[in-house]
């Protein structure tokens, strides 16, 4: 995929070479974890927009009040209100009065779980979120081969609904998660047979009448067992020949009650292994049989780390400094986008990890402005012996040529850090930098600048100057969506 979009396109299914949309940068806030101000927590039967200047573009519905069970809580009786609330807040937010998205207005992805009592096929694990067994309706069990009517009418129902508001459902949801953490059993307890076979008839539902939507496999987590459930899900999807767009781990960053750094997680986290099964099917999953082709990645949930300890889903000021904690953030886009793939991060209580922070929301608001219509090389740390410092080539939306370069290195004087992590030599033809707070620096190539764990853009003044990145004329370009 080598043609360029639009900043407002939507996901695309190929590898390679497109920028960056702003639906890269996604966010939910659940109402189970409200934050002060809210940011679409429904708990309070409205929608409250994220504080500025945090502003994603793309929310995520999942602890949303807009589980299968709540949305039907008796079998063809359905109450939206909280998904109409989120939807009609947003278009009311942009001035969208025809019914559609406008004005960059935010997309959503929704998010299916919670089997509603009435059609569970057990009510062990039952709760507030419903029920993670199969459908009742599911013949047989093991594999419901020929499929759910109960969730087939829910689908259908949803996807073909006009809120309250005025607006259609099927043009401000382009994204589908076909179910949440199916490897988990808090909510899903069937095999990988029965889910698959819930679901791939209602993948053709959707794409019959959602134009240009994008659906992302059950998403994972690293629950018991995670692996042998992924892989027998994607042996139905090859010998089925029948696949969902996007590749869905939740990578939190946790380590036992901290969390790691984005990049001590891509090195130690799980996050090694659910890349492998993506791109190493044939290894991974032997032996199960057929071709597998890799998938682009969304982590349509993630956070500093799990709800566990007593930051949840906030970076740990107690063993990071807040300039690290903010750096984190858009290191990670920066990683994940650039070298794995990640065509959109969607944080988990995001306004509670990021917006409510003003040092954290402003460098997000600030990456998210030089990121997006432009295009990212791979990142690398091969540029100083200590392998503490990371540059990402970029092209920007004007065509600036342009690189993000930080250090891991709190001080000097950190584990396995010197002065020279901290310093930076000016690659010729670029003249300038931009910090996440905004503020433009002027340079003079050959010059030695102090860089930090939050990084910065280096860039050309005018398109079309002659630029040195590491050695090279011209960026080689990589993924980002």
């Known amino acids: 995929m080598r043609r360029r979009l639009l900043i407002s396109a939507l996901f695309l299914t190929a590898f390679a070479h497109a920028q960056i949309a702003s639906s890269a940068f996604g966010g939910q806030c659940p109402n189970n974890t409200p934050p002060p101000g809210g940011y679409g927590c429904n708990s309070s039967g409205t929608y409250v927009p994220p504080p500025s200047p945090y502003a994603p573009g793309l929310i995520r519905m999942w602890d949303t009040g807009t589980y299968w069970s709540v949305l039907e809580p008796s079998n063809g009786t359905f109450s939206f209100h909280d998904l109409d609330e989120y939807i009609d807040g947003v278009a009311s937010q942009f001035g969208c009065t025809h019914g559609v998205p406008c004005n960059g207005a935010p997309l959503f992805l929704f998010t299916f779980g919670g089997v509603p009592s009435w059609i569970a096929s057990s009510s062990t694990g039952c709760g507030t979120k419903g029920c993670p067994a199969p459908p009742s309706d599911c013949t047989p069990l093991s594999t419901c081969a020929s499929g759910s009517a109960a969730f087939h009418n829910f689908v259908t129902t949803l996807i073909g609904r006009t809120t309250a508001g005025g607006n259609s459902v099927a043009a401000w949801i382009k994204f589908f998660e076909m179910w949440n953490e199916a490897t988990n059993s808090s909510y899903w307890t069937g095999t990988a047979n029965a889910l698959y076979g819930m679901v791939q008839p209602e993948e053709v539902t959707i794409r019959s009448n959602v134009s240009g939507v994008k659906l992302l496999d059950p998403s994972i987590t690293n629950s018991s067992g995670f692996q042998t459930f992924q892989c027998a899900y994607m042996a139905n999807e090859v010998a089925n020949n029948y696949f969902g767009d996007y590749f869905d781990p939740h990578p ?39 071709t ?70 402003t460098a997000y608001y600030y990456s998210q402005q030089y990121l997006t219509g432009g295009t990212l090389g791979t990142c690398a740390n091969t540029t100083n012996v200590s392998g503490n410092v990371w540059i990402c080539p970029f092209t920007e939306s004007g065509g600036k040529v342009a690189e993000f370069v930080w250090t891991v290195c709190e001080t000097a004087s950190s584990s396995g850090c010197s002065s020279a992590d901290l310093s930076y030599t000016v690659p010729s033809g670029l003249t300038r930098y931009k910090n996440l707070a905004g503020g433009v620096i002027g340079v003079t190539p050959g010059s030695n600048v102090t860089i930090s764990v939050e990084p910065v853009m280096f860039e050309q003044i005018n398109p079309g100057v002659g630029a040195q990145i590491n050695g090279k004329a011209q960026i080689r370009d990589a993924q980002i969506l």
């Open 252 to 290: 939190y960053w946790t380590n036992g009650t901290s969390n790691r750094t984005p990049e001590q997680e891509i090195v130690n986290g799980t996050f090694t292994t659910w890349i492998s099964i993506n791109a190493n099917y044939s290894t991974a999953c032997s032996p199960n049989p057929g």
């Open 292 to 361: 597998w082709t890799p998938l682009p990645l969304v982590f349509s949930e993630f956070s500093f780390q799990s709800g566990a300890g007593s930051t949840p889903y906030q970076c740990d000021l107690t063993k990071y400094t807040a300039a690290d904690c903010a750096g984190m953030i858009v290191r990670w886009q920066l990683l994940t986008m650039a070298n794995y793939n990640v065509v959109s991060d969607v944080w988990y209580s995001g306004v509670k990890g990021i917006g409510i922070t003003p040092l954290y929301a």
